[in-house]
């Protein structure tokens, strides 16, 4: 029980304020806590599950290494880019700019306790991002 003999729910964030004032007083007359329904949401949402594919291959291949897109793994790369792979030659062909516009898309993205990071190198006119995945078992980072 918390303030006022409130109920308190799973806590959201930084949404401290809004769950003291709002949520909890109805979770605590019976209400479903919203916040297990977002999980059940999230959990569901095929782009979440794409994106989180994508770290967890790249979390095998190259753990938290800092890499530019074309030194990625090609597990990575065909997460990302569906469409990859052997030709008959047995060359891996990928779309380079998709994978380098995805990346880019998806910096700063938390997902399964993943995020991705990126630092330019070089010149600001042309930088050469180079990504690194983090992870920590509770999704908060240090």
């Known amino acids: 029980m918390g303030k006022a003999g409130l109920t308190r729910g799973k806590p959201i964030g930084s949404y401290e304020v809004w769950a003291e004032w709002c949520r909890d007083p109805l ?39 800092q890499r530019v897109a074309k030194e990625l ?10 469409k990859a792979g052997t030709n008959r030659d047995g060359e891996f062909r990928y779309n380079r700019q998709y994978v380098a516009r995805w990346l880019q898309r998806h910096v700063d993205t938390r997902v399964g306790g993943y995020v ?19 992870f920590t078992e509770d999704g908060c980072l240090l």
């Open 116 to 134: 991705l990071t990126s630092i330019p190198v070089g010149p600001p006119s042309q930088p050469v991002h180079h990504y690194s995945l983090m």
């Open 73 to 82: 793994d090609q597990s990575v790369i065909q997460e990302i880019d569906e």
């Open 27 to 65: 979770f605590s007359l019976g209400a479903r806590d919203p916040v297990e329904r977002l999980a059940a949401v999230k959990a569901a949402d095929p782009k979440r599950k794409r994106i989180l594919a994508v770290f967890e291959a790249w979390w095998k291949a190259h753990r938290s290494e």
